[in-house]
């Protein structure tokens, strides 16, 4: 190469490095939402978004030092990026929704299911009925926009437990000041499916349609529920919030969170639902279990290993 050549080539490759690189940073994320097959039925997992939670602070049962190792032994800090699951079972015949997302309660990184909802291809009128772990705004949340249904034709189920309580007048009204947000939050996410007669409670163990039975798990509210999928001899165990935080509470199955209504009960459902889970090797899923927050868990020492799914692609 001549010296001009050379010297035009070097201002060149100058020029390209400072302009930076082709393409800006995306600083975004894949669409939220994962499926997978469970014998003849297809669970479509769909991301309401993450939030940062205190778990060191709000975690309970443990020493702050020793939730700080745990999470730090899986590389976490606290604030801990907590992911907000939702779970879309096609059971052939219906579209059953497990849980909301945080709709507009739980500021803007959560909020997310109906963008994420139809990047997997569902309309919100597709979804036929929507069963409810608990009242809690991170699973409710997502019902309404601005008061009004996001999901017009859905029918939408909960424990009766967990009606009698957070949609009860009297409740609200005894309510202490930091409960009452929680409190009006369901009261509202509600209010257009009570109006129109599409909200349904159910009592107990209950095949809700078939494929998809509740099963009573109360404890981190009065009336939380636990979903069980199956098919062809598969099961897939949905939590709801039996549990939060993977790195410290399956190892440690006994601690417990701030927002327990009865942590006692809370503990006790969780102890039984990792027992249970362990022997039959069924799936489980929870909302909070990083995203996809689907898996299978090991009895191992006095604690759990969890084995998130692995990745299946697209057949
Ligand atoms: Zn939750």
Known sequence: ??????????????????????APMAKSQAPGFYRMMLGDI????????????????????????NIDK??????????????????????GSKIVMIDTGAGAFFGPTLGRLIPNLKAAGYTPDQVDEIYITHMH????????????????????????????????????????KDEKGFVQAA??????????????????????????????????????ATYIVESKGQRLVLWGDLMHVAAVQFPNPE??????????????????????????????????LPFPGIGHIRAEGRGYTYFPANYAGPR
Not at 42 to 65: C, F, W
Not at 142 to 168: C, E, M, T, Y
Not at 258 to 272: G, W
């Open 1 to 22: 190469m001549s010296p001009l050549r050379s010297l035009l080539a070097l201002i060149a490759f100058a020029f390209a490095t400072s302009a930076g690189a082709a």
């Open 255 to 288: 601690v417990t969170i701030q927002f327990d209504s009865d942590s006692k009960a809370a503990k006790d459902q969780r102890l039984k639902a990792f027992r249970e889970a362990a022997k039959q090797s069924d799936w489980v899923g929870a909302a909070h």
């Open 70 to 91: 745990l999470l730090a032994r899986s590389f976490l800090a606290t604030p801990t990026e907590t992911s907000v699951n939702v779970f879309v079972v096609n059971t």
């Open 137 to 176: 705004g991170d699973h409710i949340g997502g019902l309404v926009a601005d008061g009004k249904a996001n999901f017009p034709k859905a029918i939408v189920r909960a424990d009766q437990h967990d009606a009698d309580f957070w949609l009860s007048p009297a409740t609200l009204e005894k309510a202490s």
């Open 42 to 65: 297809e669970v479509t997992v769909v991301s309401d978004g993450t939030v940062d939670l205190p778990m060191a602070e709000i975690l309970k049962g443990l020493p702050r030092a």
């Open 187 to 224: 009261q509202a996410a509600f209010k257009p499916y009570v109006d129109s007669g599409r909200f349904k409670p159910f009592e107990g163990d209950v095949e809700l349609v078939p494929g998809v039975r509740a099963h009573a798990s109360h404890g981190h509210t009065p009336g939380h």
